[in-house]
C-alpha cells in the first residue's frame, strides 16, 4: 500500500498532465508522509510532459504546434533514507529526512539527524537533531569527492556548488580546522570566519590551536589567514602574526625550509644550529641540507639522503663536517679542528635478484669525531673504541657446475684511539662449490672414499694500513700491499666403530706477491737495511688435518615423582692432529755485524697480507672437551602429563694442545669457557678461565717445570672473568634498540646511554611513540605502565704474573619506565669497584603533553657533562614550532 501511493506521489511532484480535472481526480491530498525504514530509490529523470497538438484548417493549409519541452528538475538519481520518516511537501517543493537520514546525489554524500532538500531551488539543509535527553546528536556529515566536512549544519546548493557551513570540522592531512561560519565558493575554495586549526586530536577542545578571523582555505594546496594569534590551554600567548601561510599537500613530503635553533655555549659563543632546507626531489629519494653557526667562528654542513626503490633497494646517506673552535685565539685553551663522518646503509630487497647481492654499512670520519661533535649528543659512542665499514657485492652463477660464486667486497676498520685505519680496498673472493669425484650426483655419500670431495677458492686482496692524519692521501696509496692467496682443500669424513666420527684433510695453498723486502747489512751506516722489491713472487705451502671425536649420553634419574626427574649430561670430546712441513727454502740470510760472522734468517715474504712459510714444522695434538647439562623437572602446572625442560649449562668446554716438536713448554695453557642462562633465559651468564700447567720464574717467566712440581696446584690460573647480563620488562623479553648509537657503531642498548641526533630531536629519547592521547591506566593501584631494565656485570681476575688481583669489576644498570600515562623517565649508571667511582650516568624525562612532547637529557658529570631541553609539537607540519636549550661542556 505504501509503495503504491509513493509512486503516485512522485508522479503527482514530477509530471505536468494536460488536464487540471484529471489532476485534481487522482491527487487527493496536497502534503504525504511516508514512513521509512529502508532505501528509497528514486529516479529523478521522468519523461518530459507535451502539451496535445491543435490542429486547423485555414485556406487549405495545416498549422501545428511546436513542441515545448520542459526542463530537468536535477542531473541525476537521488537516493535517500531515514530511520523515522521521509516527508514531502509538494507545495514547498521539498523533502524532509529525519533521524538518521542519508542522502546520495552525484558526488554528495550527506548524513545528519535531519535533511530538507528543496528540489526546486537544488538545495539541501542538514543539522543536527536533539536526543530524549535533550542533547545535540547526529551532526551532519558531508562528504564532497575527498574532502570531508562535519558541521552543526549546512547548507549546499546542487547547481551553483556553493554552500553555507556552521561550525565546519574537517582534516587537512595533519590539520583538523573549525570555523563558526564557512563559505564554499567552489570545489576548490573555501572562506573561513572565526577559524581556529590545530594537529590535537579534539578539535572542540584541542590543548593548543591557532586563532583568526580570515582564512581562505583551498584543500590539498594552502591554508592563507590573516592575524593569527597562537592559544595554549585556552589561554591567548603573545604569539601574534600579522598573517600565516600553511601550505597543505597530499603528496608524501614537499620541499621547504628548515628552521633552525637557538643556542648558546661557554666556549663558542652564541649559535644557530641545524637550519637548512629540504628538498623532497621525487617518491623515490630526498635530500636535506643542515648548517650550524657560531659567533666564535665555528660552523658545520650536513647532507642526509634517504631513497627506496620499492622491492628492490632502500638506504640512506649521512655526511657531516664540523669546523670547531674552542675558546679565542690568543688563549691558551684555544683550538681549531676539523672532523667529519660519513654513514651509509644499503639493503636490497631479497626478491630483486635472487643470484645478486649488493650491501653497505658504512662508518668512517676522524678519530674524534664522536667525542668533539657539538651536534650529537654521543656518549655510547664515544666510548666505542672502533669504527667499522663494508660494502659488498656478490653473485652466485647457477649455469655452471659446479656452482660458483664471486664478491667484491671493500672494508675498513679505523681504532679511534691509535688513530690507525686498516682498509681493503678491495677483496676479491671465488670459490667453486664442492665436488665429489667419486660420488653419484644424486646418490648417497657414504664412506671413505665417496666422501672425497674438493673446493677451489681464490682470495685477493689490495690492503692499505695508514692512520686518521693520512687518509686517503697519497702516502696511503703509496704503502698498499696486493695480494692473492689461492686455496684447494681435499677432505673426507667417515665413521669409524660405528660410534666415532672422523675426518681428515690435504690443503694445498699459493700464495701470490708482487711486492717483497730484502734485507742486507750496510757498512757506511752500520745498520741492517730493508729495501723493498717490486715484482712477481709466490710460495706454496700445504698441510695436513685430523681429527676424530664422539658423542657421549649420560642420563641420572632420580624418580618421576621427584621435582628434579633426571639429569642429562652430554659430552663431545674429540682429538685432532694438524701437520706443517718446514719451507725453509723460501728462507734466506742476513749478516748482522760488518764482519759477515753472525747470520740471522729472514723470508722475502715477511710482513704479507697472507703471511709468510715458516721455517719450521708445526706438528700439533689438540684435545677438546664440551659439556651440556640439562635437567627434567616437574612442571608446575598439574594439567600437563610431559616434564619440563630446564637448560643448566648451555656450554662447557676445555681446550687445550700438545707440540710434539717442541723440546720444553710443550703443552698450551687449558682453556675452560661457559656460559648458561636463568629466569626464562632473562639473565644470561658467561664464564671463562685460562690454567697454565706450568709454573714461572721469578721475572715471570714460563719454565719447564709442571706447576705442581714447583710447590703449587695442578694448574695455575693466570686469567678469569665472568659477564653476566640481564633484561626484562613489563611486556617480557622485547629487544630494546638505540638506534642512532647502533647507527655510529655503539652499542644496540642502553647502558652508556641514549645517543641524541640534535639534527632530529623531535624523536623520542625512548625510541617509541605511544599513540596521541593514549590512556594506560586501568585502575588507581594496580595500573599497566611499561617499563624496562637491562643489568650488566664483568668482573675480570689477573694472576699472569703472581699479582692475584681483581683487574675490572664493574657493574652497569640501564632503567626506563612509564612513571604516569604521560610522564616516562630513565636511567643509565653503573660503579667501577676497582676505582672506586661512578662510571657513565644519565637521567632522560620525557612528558606527553598529547599534541606536544618535551623532554629532557642530563648527563650530571665526566667529560661528557651536557643537559639538554626540548619541547615542540610532534606533527610534522608544525615542527618547527618548538623551544630547546642545551649545554654541553665542548
Known amino acids: 500500500m505504501h509503495t503504491n501511493l509513493f509512486n503516485i506521489v512522485l508522479l503527482s511532484i514530477f509530471l505536468t498532465l494536460g488536464s487540471s480535472n484529471l489532476y485534481s481526480q487522482d491527487i487527493k491530498k496536497k502534503q504525504t508522509t511516508i514512513p521509512s525504514n529502508k532505501q528509497v530509490v528514486t529516479p529523478i529523470t521522468v519523461k518530459d510532459s507535451m502539451k496535445n497538438p491543435i490542429a486547423s484548417t485555414q485556406n487549405d493549409t495545416v498549422r501545428l504546434d511546436t513542441i515545448k519541452v520542459k526542463k530537468k528538475i536535477l542531473d541525476g538519481k537521488v537516493k535517500y533514507k531515514s530511520v523515522d520518516y521521509a516527508k514531502i511537501d509538494q507545495k514547498k517543493k521539498l523533502i524532509t529526512l529525519y533521524d538518521k537520514a542519508e542522502l546520495y546525489y552525484q558526488d554528495v554524500e550527506l548524513k545528519s539527524g535531519i535533511i530538507v532538500m528543496d528540489y526546486e531551488k537544488n538545495e539541501v539543509y542538514a543539522g543536527r537533531i536533539k536526543d530524549s535527553l535533550g542533547n545535540y546528536t547526529q551532526y551532519p556529515n558531508f562528504k564532497q569527492g575527498a574532502n570531508v566536512v562535519e558541521p552543526d549544519s549546512i547548507r549546499f546548493n546542487f547547481k551553483t556548488k556553493k554552500a553555507l557551513i556552521w561550525n565546519s570540522r574537517s582534516e587537512q592531512g595533519d590539520f583538523k580546522i573549525k570555523a563558526a561560519i564557512t563559505k564554499k565558493e567552489n570545489d576548490s575554495v573555501y572562506f573561513l570566519k572565526g577559524a581556529r586549526f590545530t594537529t590535537a ?290 677432505s673426507t669424513n667417515f665413521k669409524i666403530f660405528k660410534y666415532f666420527s672422523a675426518s681428515t684433510s690435504v690443503n694445498y695453498d699459493e700464495v701470490w706477491y708482487f711486492n717483497t723486502i730484502n734485507k742486507k747489512y750496510n757498512d757506511q751506516t752500520n ?200 633484561s626484562l620488562s613489563s611486556d617480557g623479553l622485547k629487544e630494546k634498540k638505540n638506534t642512532q648509537s647502533q647507527r655510529n657503531g655503539g652499542r644496540s642498548d642502553d647502558l652508556f646511554g641514549s645517543d641524541i641526533d640534535l639534527a632530529n630531536v623531535k624523536k623520542s629519547q625512548f625510541d617509541k611513540e605511544d599513540e596521541e592521547g593514549e590512556d594506560k591506566v586501568t585502575e588507581f593501584f594496580r595500573s599497566k605502565l611499561p617499563w624496562d631494565m637491562t643489568f650488566a656485570y664483568s668482573l675480570t681476575y689477573g694472576n699472569n704474573n703472581r699479582e692475584n688481583k681483581i683487574i675490572g669489576n664493574s657493574i652497569m644498570i640501564s632503567a626506563n619506565a612509564d612513571l604516569t600515562p604521560k610522564w616516562k623517565a630513565g636511567i643509565s649508571t653503573g660503579y667501577d669497584f676497582v676505582q672506586n667511582g661512578v662510571t657513565f650516568t644519565q637521567l632522560r624525562f620525557e612528558r606527553d603533553l598529547m599534541s606536544w612532547r618535551m623532554d629532557f637529557n642530563w648527563t650530571p658529570f665526566g667529560t661528557n657533562a651536557s643537559w639538554n631541553f626540548y619541547i615542540g609539537i610532534k606533527s610534522g607540519v608544525l615542527s618547527d614550532i618548538k623551544w630547546e636549550k642545551r649545554n654541553l661542556t665542548n
Open 201 to 490: 586530536k579534539d578539535i572542540d577542545n584541542p590543548e593548543y590551536y591557532f586563532t583568526t578571523n580570515k582564512v581562505k582555505f583551498v584543500p590539498g594546496k594552502k591554508i592563507v589567514t590573516g592575524v593569527t594569534n597562537m592559544v595554549i590551554e585556552g589561554v591567548p600567548t603573545p604569539l601574534f602574526l600579522p598573517f600565516a601561510y600553511f601550505p597543505l599537500s597530499k603528496e608524501t613530503s614537499t620541499s621547504g625550509i628548515i628552521l633552525p635553533s637557538y643556542n648558546d655555549s661557554n666556549n663558542r659563543g652564541f649559535s644557530l644550529q641545524n637550519g637548512g632546507y629540504y628538498f623532497a626531489m621525487s617518491d623515490h629519494y630526498n635530500l636535506t641540507v643542515l648548517g650550524d653557526y657560531y659567533t666564535n667562528g665555528s660552523y658545520g654542513l650536513g647532507f642526509q639522503s634517504s631513497y627506496a626503490n620499492r622491492y628492490h633497494y632502500q638506504g640512506n646517506v649521512n655526511i657531516r663536517f664540523e669546523n670547531n673552535i674552542t675558546s679565542e685565539r690568543g688563549y691558551p685553551d684555544y683550538s681549531k679542528t676539523k672532523i667529519y663522518n660519513i654513514q651509509w646503509s644499503h639493503s636490497q630487497d631479497s626478491k630483486a635478484n635472487p643470484n645478486s647481492t649488493f650491501s653497505a654499512s658504512v662508518n668512517l670520519g676522524s678519530s674524534e669525531y664522536f667525542k668533539q661533535t657539538v651536534n650529537q649528543v654521543n656518549v655510547g659512542s664515544s666510548l666505542n673504541n672502533t669504527l667499522s665499514s663494508s660494502i659488498s657485492y656478490s653473485r652466485t652463477f647457477n649455469s655452471m657446475v659446479p656452482q660458483s660464486r664471486l664478491s667484491l667486497t671493500a672494508t675498513h676498520s679505523q681504532n679511534t684511539q691509535t688513530q690507525v685505519i686498516n682498509m681493503t680496498l678491495p677483496t676479491l673472493q671465488f670459490s667453486l662449490d664442492r665436488m665429489y669425484p667419486f660420488a653419484m650426483n644424486d646418490g648417497a655419500k657414504k664412506g671413505f672414499f665417496k666422501n672425497i670431495n674438493l673446493q677451489y677458492n681464490l682470495n685477493g686482496k689490495n690492503s692499505f694500513v695508514t692512520t686518521d692524519s693520512l687518509f686517503f692521501k697519497p702516502e696511503m696509496f703509496r704503502d698498499a700491499e696486493i695480494g692473492f692467496q689461492q686455496t684447494i682443500p681435499l
Open 527 to 726: 745498520t741492517v737495511v730493508t729495501t723493498d722489491v717490486k715484482g712477481f713472487e709466490a710460495f706454496r705451502t700445504y698441510s695436513t688435518n685430523t681429527s676424530i671425536g664422539t658423542t657421549i649420553y649420560g642420563t641420572f634419574k632420580f624418580g618421576d615423582d621427584k621435582k628434579i626427574q633426571a639429569i642429562r649430561h652430554v659430552m663431545r670430546p674429540a682429538i685432532s692432529h694438524s701437520y706443517t712441513p718446514s719451507f725453509e727454502k723460501y728462507y734466506d740470510t742476513y749478516a748482522t755485524d760488518a764482519s759477515g760472522s753472525m747470520l740471522k734468517e729472514y723470508t722475502r715474504f715477511e710482513g704479507g697480507i697472507y703471511g709468510s712459510p715458516g721455517v719450521t714444522s708445526s706438528n700439533f695434538v689438540g684435545f677438546n672437551l664440551s659439556n651440556t647439562f640439562e635437567a627434567k623437572v616437574k612442571d608446575k602446572d598439574s594439567t600437563k602429563t610431559e616434564a619440563k625442560k630446564i637448560m643448566l649449562l648451555n656450554n662447557l668446554n676445555l681446550q687445550t694442545s700438545y707440540n710434539i716438536n717442541a723440546t720444553s713448554l710443550a703443552w698450551s695453557p687449558v682453556r675452560v669457557s661457559g656460559g648458561t642462562q636463568f629466569f626464562d633465559n632473562k639473565l644470561s651468564a658467561n664464564f671463562g678461565a685460562t690454567l697454565d700447567p706450568y709454573a714461572i720464574d721469578n721475572s715471570g717467566n714460563r719454565i719447564n717445570t709442571f706447576n705442581i712440581n714447583n710447590g703449587g696446584s695442578l694448574f695455575r690460573m693466570t686469567s678469569a672473568n665472568l659477564t653476566m647480563n640481564y
